[in-house]
């Protein structure tokens, strides 16, 4: 069983950034991920972090702004928001999810934060 607190949402301004923290607790070697809902739009992907190999996936849409990160030691992924933009205004999620799963799908995670708040004003 895992728990997950994500933490670190909050008001920026368009350029702005914010960390988001998504603390776990029991079980750690799962890949992990972010995923976002916009009010009135499905939850989407936004970036994942395999447990073994390290790598990193991106959506499109926060490619080259967002950075998915993780601490071993602390039981804790990040999620590093730089160039902000309305568009990215959302509830933000954190998931777990075990080997062999399509992490760009949330159908495919396992456990999931209660989510943190994401406002972007223009």
């Known amino acids: 069983q895992v728990q997950l607190v994500e933490s670190g949402g909050g008001l920026v301004q368009t350029g702005g950034s914010l960390r988001l923290s998504c603390a776990a607790t029991g079980r750690s070697n799962y890949n992990m991920g972010w995923f976002r809902r916009a009010p009135g739009k499905e939850r989407e992907f936004v970036a994942a972090?395999?447990?073994?190999?390290?790598?990193?996936y991106y959506s499109d849409s926060v490619k080259g702004r967002f950075t998915i990160s993780r601490d071993n030691a602390k039981n804790t992924v990040y999620l590093q928001m730089n160039s902000l933009k309305p568009e990215d205004t959302a509830v933000y999620y954190c998931?777990?999810?075990?080997?062999?799963?399509?992490?760009?799908?949330?159908?495919?995670?396992?456990?999931w934060g209660q989510g943190t708040q994401v406002t972007v004003s223009s």
């Open positions: 972090l395999k447990w073994g190999s390290g790598n990193t």
């Open positions: 998931a777990a999810a075990g080997a062999y799963r399509n992490l760009y799908r949330e159908f495919d995670y396992d456990y």
